[in-house]
């Protein structure tokens, strides 16, 4: 959780002032008392009750309450699409870390992907159409990958396009010029 904590305040010092003062009404909003902390009763009227345990993940100080610091992370898993595990029994909250998802859904869904916390994928606890499952990193770094080789694709359907109608192939560009993936 202390990953996904530091990415979420990354995530807020970076955010413009009307983000922040996005992020900052919505703990406001909650916090219904007005006293700079949510307690678990302000989360659940928000939330619900089937996500004590989400409360208390984002609680670090284990105080029982919010402040704005824990809220952010609150803030960040809420509104960046927070990856939940689509297998049947696990008591995962939501899918910290590496997770395994179903390539096809992510492919081709505008909407749904198939995600499954690695103790579901490892005993094969879930019922699903598709059997082709990537790890989050490799399908990241697979689709990385793809996106290099359509730009590549589509450089030198450009190149060649201007030789056509230049009559000269002095235009020629590498991928190096677009700066899409940084070299690591």
Same mark, same amino acid.
């Not at 990415?7 to 219904?32: C, G, P, T, W």
């Not at 492919?107 to 916390?117: A, G, H, I, R, V």
């Given at each position: 959780?202390?990953?996904?904590?530091?990415?979420?305040?990354?995530?807020?010092?970076?955010?413009?002032?009307?983000? *922040?003062?996005?992020?900052?009404?919505?703990?406001?909003?909650?916090?219904?008392? =007005?006293?700079?902390?949510?307690?678990?009763?302000?989360?659940?009227?928000?939330? =619900?009750?089937?996500?004590?345990?989400?409360?208390?993940?984002?609680?670090?100080?284990?105080?029982?309450?919010?402040?704005?610091?824990?809220?952010?992370?609150?803030?960040?898993?809420?509104?960046?699409?927070?990856?939940?595990?689509?297998?049947?029994?696990? *008591?995962?909250?939501?899918?910290?870390?590496?997770?395994?998802?179903?390539?096809?859904?992510?492919?081709?869904? *505008?909407?749904?992907?198939?995600?499954?916390?690695?103790?579901?994928?490892?005993?094969?606890?879930?019922?699903?159409?598709?059997?082709?499952?990537?790890?989050?990193?490799?399908?990241?770094?697979? *689709?990385?990958?793809?996106?290099?080789?359509?730009?590549?694709?589509?450089?030198?359907?450009?190149?060649?396009?201007?030789?056509?109608?230049? =009559?000269?192939?002095?235009?020629?560009?590498?991928?190096?010029?677009?700066?899409?993936?940084?070299?690591?």
């Amino acid at each position: 959780m202390e990953e996904i904590r530091q990415v979420a305040l990354a995530y807020y010092h970076n955010f413009s002032e009307d983000e *922040k003062y996005e992020a900052y009404q919505a703990f406001r909003e909650i916090d219904s008392n =007005g006293d700079g902390t949510i307690t678990i009763d302000e989360y659940e009227e928000n939330f =619900g009750t089937d996500h004590r345990s989400r409360f208390r993940e984002v609680d670090t100080n284990g105080d029982g309450k919010l402040d704005f610091e824990e809220f952010i992370t609150l803030y960040y898993l809420v509104n960046s699409g927070m990856v939940l595990c689509d297998g049947h029994g696990c *008591k995962v909250n939501f899918l910290k870390g590496l997770y395994f998802t179903c390539v096809d859904c992510f492919s081709y869904s *505008k909407t749904n992907t198939f995600d499954l916390c690695t103790s579901c994928y490892r005993y094969r606890n879930f019922l699903h159409n598709h059997t082709n499952f990537l790890d989050n990193h490799v399908l990241m770094r697979c *689709k990385a990958a793809y996106l290099q080789d359509q730009l590549s694709l589509i450089t030198s359907e450009a190149i060649c396009w201007s030789d056509d109608q230049a =009559g000269e192939s002095e235009s020629e560009a590498s991928l190096e010029d677009f700066d899409l993936l940084d070299e690591q």
